[in-house]
């Protein structure tokens, strides 16, 4: 099944997070996706997002990956912040 959460940032702030909802997709600017084992990986070394998109075990879906570039780092920040979330993945 597909899940998918919606992050609205902006400048430097996270102002909501929710799970997104297929049509809800048209509304997000970037879309990135990637397989389970995939995303868990990215989160737990807190990885470089722009590696994982170069390497193509998340792919960009939606947006471009130059107008992403400036906010690399941001992006690594975030996904090491997520990383320590206590979370629990569901297989199935």
């Known amino acids: 099944a597909r899940r998918a959460v919606f992050l609205d940032l902006w400048h430097g702030r996270c102002r909501s997070a929710r799970t997104a909802d297929p049509d809800g997709l048209d509304e997000a600017a970037y879309v990135f996706t990637g397989d389970l084992a995939a995303w868990k990986q990215v989160l737990a070394t807190g990885g470089s997002p722009v590696l994982a ?8 879906a939606k947006g471009s990956l ?20 206590p979370t629990r993945f569901s297989e199935g």
């Open 53 to 60: 998109l170069m390497t193509g075990s998340i792919r960009l």
């Open 66 to 85: 130059s107008s992403l570039l400036p906010y690399a780092s941001a992006a690594k920040e975030l996904l090491e912040l997520a990383g320590r979330v």
